[in-house]
């Protein structure tokens, strides 16, 4: 099956820094990478994803790459703000199917 | 907006009881998941359903039955509750057919076992 790492597992940065988060993926069919966010207490929100055919995304100070080749892919989000910190989770799935997902970075941004 | 919603938020059982967590879903989705979050190990997904009727073992299903006799709930058994189910369990659901599309998840049901 799938497995994914992700990688910190820990970031601090300074306000209006950037930050990155990797992930890994082994299974070379899948097709389609989403990104979740968890702020404290609260559920899993998905802020980005993208799928196979795509190198690049971006929506405002997020983005998120994929090198399919490397069988791996990476969130960014710059010019960081209080509000950014929170646990973030990167997934893999081939298809429809199930997520597997990483086991989450937890993003400090100080100020 | 979907909403997935778990009855309870916090839960504190025994050790051997048989324990059922609840999962509702509103937008007639029919994939329903069931993960369990503790830190360090991500979200590590316990059991899933295409549809109703319809049961698949994730990756640590051991320990655990479902049962999804409607298509909105999704339920999580524990038979013979453990301290090391102690964990926060999360439920998701997502649209089938639907291959580049992200869950909706539920906001957590904390359980303690003790």
């Known amino acids: 099956g799938e497995n994914v790492e992700q990688h910190p597992s820990t970031l601090s940065v300074q306000e209006g820094d950037s930050a990155v988060i990797k992930c890994t993926y082994s299974?070379?069919?899948?097709?389609?990478f989403p990104w979740y966010k968890q702020e404290l207490g609260k559920r899993p929100q998905l802020i980005i994803d993208?799928?196979?055919?795509?190198g690049e995304k971006k929506d405002q100070r997020i983005a998120v790459t994929l090198n399919k080749t490397a069988k791996h892919f990476s969130l960014h989000i710059t010019e960081t703000q209080p509000e950014d910190s929170a646990v973030y989770f990167c997934?893999?799935?081939?298809?429809?199917?199930?997520?597997?997902f990483g086991t989450g970075t937890q993003l400090k941004v100080e100020l | 907006d979907v909403k997935v919603t778990q009855s309870s938020r916090y839960l504190v059982k025994r050790t051997g009881e048989k324990v059922f967590l609840e999962c509702v879903q509103d937008?007639?989705?029919?994939?329903m998941f069931w993960y369990r979050q503790d830190p360090g190990l991500g979200l590590r997904l316990i059991y899933f359903?295409?549809?109703?009727?319809?049961?698949e073992k994730g990756d640590i299903p051991e320990g655990y039955s479902v049962s999804r006799e409607k298509k909105e709930r999704f339920s999580l058994i524990l038979e013979s509750a453990s301290t090391n189910q102690t964990s926060m369990y999360l439920c998701?659901?997502?649209?089938?057919?639907?291959?580049?599309?992200?869950?909706?998840f539920g906001s957590g049901t904390r359980l303690t076992v003790v």
């Open positions: 937008m007639d989705h029919e994939n």
């Open positions: 993208i799928r196979s055919n795509v």
């Open positions: 299974d070379s069919a899948s097709n389609y």
């Open positions: 997934a893999a799935a081939r298809g429809g199917n199930k997520l597997t």
């Open positions: 359903s295409y549809d109703v009727k319809m049961k």
């Open positions: 998701a659901s997502k649209k089938a057919g639907l291959q580049f599309y992200g869950y909706t």
